[in-house]
Structures are given as C-alpha cells and as structure tokens.
C-alpha cells in the first residue's frame, strides 16, 4: 500500500520558524509537493520538489532526500496568517498526487 | 486571475437521489480532478481527466462517475447517493506537461447525503 506520514498537529510562536515532515512509501515517485489551505478555502500549491535538496521560496522552504523517502516544509518567520493546515503530496505518476492527511499548524502570539 | 469554480457551496440531496457536481476552469488546463476530502483522511482521489471523453479512476471510484465533453468542464456524478457520500468535494486542474506540477483548486462542494 502507499502511506504518508505528517505530524496532525503543530503549533509555534509568531516570527518563530516550524518545519513540517513528511515520509513516504509509495508504489513511484516523481516529486514531493507542498499545499496550505485555511479553513473553508480551496488548498493552494507552495511548492515541488523532484531532486534532492532544498528549494526556498520567500519564507518559505521545502527540503527532500529521496534515499530517505523523506521531505520537510520549513516555515521562517511566522505569521498569524500562516495558522492552517499542510499537505504534502508525493507524485506518484503522470496525472497521479497521492496526499497525506495534513498537519494543522496554529501560529499563537 | 486563474480560477476553478464549482457550482455550489453547499449541496443537500436525499439519500438515492442522483447528484451533478459541476467544476469549470480557465486555465486552458488539460488535466482536471474531482478529490474528496475527509477529516483525518486527507484529500482522496476519486477521477481524473487528462482530455476531453479521456478519464481514468483514481483511488476511490466506487459509486461515482465522470462527464467531460468539454475541455473546461468537468462534472462528479453520484448515479445514487449514500449517506457515506457525504464530504467536502474539491475538483483541480492543471496544465499536463510533466514540469508543470502544480494543481489549482476550487473552492470546494460540502455535500451532505441525508
């Protein structure tokens, strides 16, 4: 079967930094993604990673070791605004994105 | 601004009833996907289109269908709904070049079955 594995919940401090993991086993793999989504509203891509390494976008990063079957979203400089829950999505063929079941990070003052 | 829209918000149907969940983009996408997604179970994979008339299962299939006649439209149908249909709906799109890897959401269906 195809697992992912991501905390269900974390909670920081506001301009702390929080990093999420995230492991896999799945069936293929083409690529790690990362989605946020607050509630009531439509999830939103932050972003893929196929090589290993780390791949920074703003204050935010997403790391991935395939050897490991492992990746993290790391979060700098928290903001309230960033309190809503994670998923990580693995690529697992062409048109497949298999989701992990999400972390729920709230961000308190 | 790119969207994904769906019909409806809210939808309340009767057990049995056949249900028309109706997702349009603008993105000029080929890929389309109906999810549903579950507290403590994430987001689950239902069908996929990677063309008009193409559509392929995903994780979840049973007791759903799909219609894609046209290449920004893309319809769920529940041929007879349970109440273990009940969740939220969400349907993506995105382009079907391998490089690009990113899915665009709507905003999502809360079905309730009663």
């Known amino acids: 079967g195809q697992s992912l594995e991501q905390p269900s919940e974390v909670t920081a401090v506001e301009g702390a930094i929080v990093q999420i993991n995230c492991t896999y086993q799945t069936s293929g793999f083409y690529g790690l993604s990362w989605y946020q989504q607050h509630d009531g509203g439509a999830p939103t891509f932050l972003s893929y990673?196929?090589?290993?390494g780390l791949e920074e976008t703003g204050r935010f990063s997403s790391f991935l070791s395939r050897s490991d079957s492992y990746g993290y979203l790391l979060l700098q400089e928290l903001q309230m605004k960033d309190s809503a829950s994670y998923f990580c999505a693995v690529k697992t063929g062409a048109n497949n994105l298999f989701f992990g079941t999400g972390t729920r990070l709230t961000v308190i003052p | 601004d790119v969207k994904v829209t769906q019909s409806s918000r809210y939808l309340v149907k009767r057990t049995g009833e056949k249900v028309f969940l109706e997702c349009v983009q603008d993105m000029d996408h080929e890929n389309m996907f109906w999810y549903r997604q579950d507290p403590g179970l994430g987001l689950r994979l239902i069908y996929f289109?990677?063309?008009?008339?193409?559509?392929e299962k995903g994780d979840i299939p049973e007791g759903y269908s799909v219609s894609r006649e046209k290449k920004e439209r893309f319809s769920l149908i529940l041929e007879s709904a349970s109440t273990n249909q009940t969740s939220m709906y969400l349907c993506?799109?995105?382009?079907?070049?391998?490089?690009?890897?990113?899915?665009?959401f709507g905003s999502g269906t809360q079905l309730s079955v009663l």
């Open positions: 289109s990677y063309d008009v008339k193409m559509k």
């Open positions: 993506a799109s995105s382009f079907r070049a391998v490089q690009r890897e990113k899915l665009f």
């Open positions: 990673n196929a090589l290993d």
